[in-house]
């Protein structure tokens, strides 16, 4: 038995943070109802792979919203579901009358659920966003990218599945917190909020030191040594952590002379001659491949990974052991095609893909006649164009 079986979902949401979200309670066996405009999500439209890996353990719903026959749809659904979750700008459900008001008046016990860009409230509660945007507006840019060079944006949509992840925690918080109470609960969840959450600390230290973050490239300014160095062949990541694993490090890679010297003797020196000692350190590992300087760095416990590309990845023996890697049907083409994994592990439960990411619609008539249509009556309505 999965966790979330019998839970029912419908999820409005599009593009990113919002599928992101619903699939993690997808893929716990929640029975997550996607609802699509004729047009179909947006990210159905973007680059191959974007809709592909949202959007698995889910049903596929095409509703014309524009309608009254549309919305006695999803009044319906709402009527016979736990949770109905949108990711539209704040306000514009509202105006169609889907309100925390309304849906309450249809299931008194619903769980609502809005994500957006900047949350409900504030004088930013109507504006657009997508994951870069809020990079520049929470600080994460300004202090991202090698020093003296333009800030940078993070490749991944860490922030959109950052969000989508904690959209998920808040609505399981709910439906323990209305198990409790007896009563609907609303929560409201934002690109904007999850970004500054994880800009925590840095906010705190400009507050008590009064300087912003600096742009240290790979590295941080923590500690020493602590980035990205070359060696013969391959980039590896080093993290030198203490003074135990700073001792281990000179150790392994014949760097006794380093270790012995008083301007490296402790972390605090360290980051003080922090050019010096990093020249001195990648010289040496550039005598070295990146697999023999992983293999002596594992040996004695001193974190290092090397710098893998997404067809590195593809190949890694931990992705493949931790069952990360999957075959998915792309909803379009037919084919099967690679993508990421479940990532919550709960032992004793099982890792199932009950449906394959859903054509547009596809599961249209499945759904309708679960609320009781007929086959005469779903023909009307796809005859209307309202489903």
Not at 76 to 100: C, H, N, Q, W, Y
Request: net charge positive; proline share 6%; charged share 25%.
């Amino acid at each position: 038995m999965q966790p979330l079986e019998g839970l029912r979902v419908i999820d409005l949401t599009h593009a990113g943070a919002g599928p992101y979200g619903t699939m993690l309670l997808a893929d716990m066996g929640a029975d997550v109802i996607k609802i699509e405009p004729k047009e179909g999500d947006l990210f159905r439209k973007i680059y191959d792979g974007a809709f592909l890996v949202y959007n698995r353990n889910k049903r596929s719903l095409t509703l014309n919203l524009k309608t009254e026959e549309g919305k006695e749809i999803l009044r319906k659904l709402i009527g016979k579901a736990d949770v109905f979750v949108e990711s539209f700008r704040p306000g514009t459900l509202e105006k169609m009358g889907f309100s925390f008001e309304n849906l309450v008046k249809i299931n008194p016990k619903i769980i609502y659920c809005s994500l957006s860009g900047f949350g409900s409230t504030g004088p930013y509660a109507g504006r657009r966003a997508f994951d870069p945007i809020i990079q520049a507006m929470c600080g994460s840019m300004a202090s991202t990218g090698e020093p003296d060079r333009p800030p940078v944006r993070n490749s991944g949509s860490f922030i959109d599945f950052g969000t989508g992840t904690l959209m998920a925690y808040g609505i399981l918080a709910a439906l323990i917190l209305r198990e409790k109470t007896g009563k609907p609960q609303k929560v409201d969840v934002s690109l904007f909020d999850t970004a500054v959450s994880w800009m925590g600390y840095w906010l705190t230290y400009y507050v008590l030191s009064g300087n912003l973050p600096e742009k240290f490239g790979t590295g941080w300014r923590a500690y020493v040594p602590y980035k990205l160095f070359k060696t013969k062949d391959r980039p590896i990541y080093i993290g030198v952590y203490d003074e135990e694993a700073w001792k281990n490090f000179c150790d392994v890679l014949g760097l006794k002379n380093v270790k012995n010297n008083p301007k490296f003797s402790t972390n605090e020196s360290r980051v003080k001659h922090r050019d010096e000692l990093e020249k001195i350190i990648e010289n040496r590992l550039m005598q070295m491949s990146c697999e023999e300087v992983e293999n002596k760095l594992v040996k004695v416990g001193v974190p290092c990974g090397p710098l893998l590309t997404v067809a590195d990845l593809l190949k890694n023996p931990q992705l493949l052991a931790r069952n990360m890697i999957i075959k998915l049907k792309h909803p379009e083409k037919g084919f099967k095609v690679e993508a990421t994994g479940i990532p919550l592990k709960i032992f004793g439960v099982e890792e199932k893909i009950r449906y394959q990411p859903p054509s547009k619609g596809e599961h249209t008539k499945e759904i309708l006649k679960e609320l009781g249509y007929k086959e005469e009556e779903i023909f009307e309505l796809k005859k209307k164009n309202i489903v």
